[in-house]
């Protein structure tokens, strides 16, 4: 069965450095979405991705946030300087938007910011 | 800002009974809903969706209850089984075909007992 793939599955980080999150959706999908939970809390919407570019975002996706479809296969999430609060799991998920269905997402890469 | 609650943050039933999910929203604008099923250490997992057309939706164990005047949504699975044991998200959309963002419940952790 298809999936989608993240990597890396755990990431430390010092505060104030650069992050990538990657993801590779499935390969037919065509909207792209990354979220993520921070322990004990409820997974929360931060960016849609449709055609190449965002479609929408949430007040969390701040201009510390980015991310890119460099090669058509590959979906990045990029967190230019982390703060100590962007300590969660990030899940990416796809999706084909051609009917009713629900989103099939990663198994998440959990950043922590220390 | 809780638009889509889950009030039970705990379940536990016995195998080979029902499982009642109960989930309460607040926004009139959502018109599509689904649930998901979250393993430990894995993204959550797309088990059924339901429109607001519609106010039921079957799929093998699984039934999704949609009362829109309640704003109220409730999963069954019966007969429930060890393996349904996880933690169990509802989660509402405003887009049709549910690929706009969705905003999901903080999770109700469903226990099964052999």
């Known amino acids: 069965e298809p999936e989608v793939t993240q990597t890396p599955s755990h990431q430390v980080t010092q505060m104030g450095q650069e992050v990538i999150l990657r993801c590779v959706p499935i390969s037919n999908h065509l909207y792209f979405y990354w979220y993520r939970q921070i322990l004990g809390q409820k997974v929360e919407f931060l960016v849609s991705?449709?055609?190449?570019?965002?479609?929408?975002k949430s007040e969390i996706f701040d201009d510390q946030f980015s991310v890119e479809r460099p090669d058509g296969s590959n979906f990045t999430l990029k967190i230019r300087s982390t703060k100590l609060e962007d300590s969660a799991m990030y899940f990416c998920a796809s999706l084909t938007g051609t009917g009713e269905e629900g989103y099939t997402f990663g198994s998440g890469t959990r950043l922590t910011v220390v | 800002d809780q638009q889509v609650k889950q009030n039970s943050p705990s379940l536990s039933v016995q195998e080979g009974r029902i499982s009642i999910l109960n989930c309460d929203y607040t926004?009139?604008?959502?018109?599509?809903f689904l649930w998901y099923k979250k393993y430990p250490a894995e993204g959550p997992t797309f088990l059924i969706s339901i429109s607001s057309i519609k106010d039921k939706n079957e799929d093998g164990r699984f039934t999704v209850f949609l009362n829109k005047s309640a704003k109220h949504l409730s999963l069954h699975i019966v007969p429930s089984q060890p393996g349904d044991s996880a933690v169990y998200f509802c989660?509402?959309?405003?887009?049709?075909?549910?690929?706009?963002?969705?905003?999901f419940g903080t999770g109700t952790k469903l226990q099964v007992i052999p």
């Open positions: 991705f449709y055609n190449n570019e965002i479609s929408e």
């Open positions: 989660a509402a959309s405003d887009g049709s075909g549910g690929y706009q963002k969705v905003t």
């Open positions: 926004n009139s604008m959502f018109d599509y």
